[in-house]
């Protein structure tokens, strides 16, 4: 009888262009439900694929610091977020969603 060999998946390792890098943290914000923690992981995902050296770098933030803050573990502050998506090079788009009242 053969035996199955599995490897992990890492969504790093197929984040390959800047496309591919927004359109996986477009589906994850879409999945996220308002999990701040699960957002902060796909960053995490997309910094690890650009290098986590250069992030940190380009974020003015320790790469000890953004492994802790971008593991998913728990929720970073919002200024940390901010730093992240600046050196990722992510622009913002915001669109209108149903109102309050129609939830």
């Known amino acids: 009888m053969t035996k199955t060999r599995t490897t992990n998946y890492d969504v790093a390792e197929h984040l390959r262009t800047p496309e591919e ?3 996986y943290l477009e589906a994850c914000l879409e999945e996220a439900n308002g ?3 699960f957002i902060a992981k796909a960053l995490g995902d997309i910094a690890r694929a650009k290098g986590m050296s250069q992030v940190a770098r380009d974020s003015g933030l ?3 610091s953004l492994y802790k803050a971008l593991s998913g573990d728990r ?3 919002f200024d940390t977020i901010l730093k992240v998506v600046a050196a990722l090079g992510i622009k913002w788009s915001f669109k209108a969603g149903p109102s309050s009242a129609a939830l």
């Open 21 to 23: 890098m927004a359109a």
């Open 62 to 64: 320790s790469r000890e």
């Open 35 to 37: 999990d701040a923690a």
């Open 75 to 77: 929720s970073p502050d």
